[in-house]
């Protein structure tokens, strides 16, 4: 009889054990939850905030390529320089670019516009004529 009781007792904590176990399970998981909501609405409104990280990139890309494009200009002077041994002029330099097909349209008089991306750039931007 004793051990009939003793078995009833261990059966009873064993079930209070296990209910407290799967509530705070159910908590912590809905507690999960909530954080990752919280961390996800942060994240996206940094994406899509005025400042954003995609206009950086966007904004960071396009002066690489129009950095890209002065540095293509520039070695083309240099291989001129190299050839004739004299520093190319300003009239040396708009026959570069526009044998080379580096503008769009016709060329201005101190700057002009790039055929990919359509960027202005100066011609004091450019080193390496006089």
């Not at 003793?6 to 809905?30: C, D, Q, S």
């Not at 990752?36 to 005025?50: E, F, H, R, Y």
């Not at 002065?70 to 070695?75: D, F, L, Q, T, Y």
């Amino acid at each position: 009889m004793k051990n009939k009781k003793i078995t009833r007792n261990l059966i009873k904590t064993e079930r209070k054990t296990f209910k407290n176990e799967n509530g705070i399970t159910l908590i912590a998981l809905v507690i999960t939850i909530i954080v990752l909501l919280i961390i996800a609405g942060v994240t996206l409104d940094s994406i899509n905030s005025k400042d954003s990280i995609t206009k950086e990139t966007k904004e960071t890309k396009a002066k690489a390529e129009r950095e890209s494009i002065i540095e293509k200009i520039e070695a083309d002077l240099l291989t001129e320089k190299t050839k004739t041994g004299n520093t190319p002029s300003k009239e040396d330099l708009k026959e570069i670019i526009q044998k080379k097909e580096y503008n769009e349209g016709t060329l201005g008089e101190n700057d002009f516009v790039t055929k990919d991306g359509g960027y202005t750039i100066s011609y004091d931007e450019i080193i390496g004529w006089k």
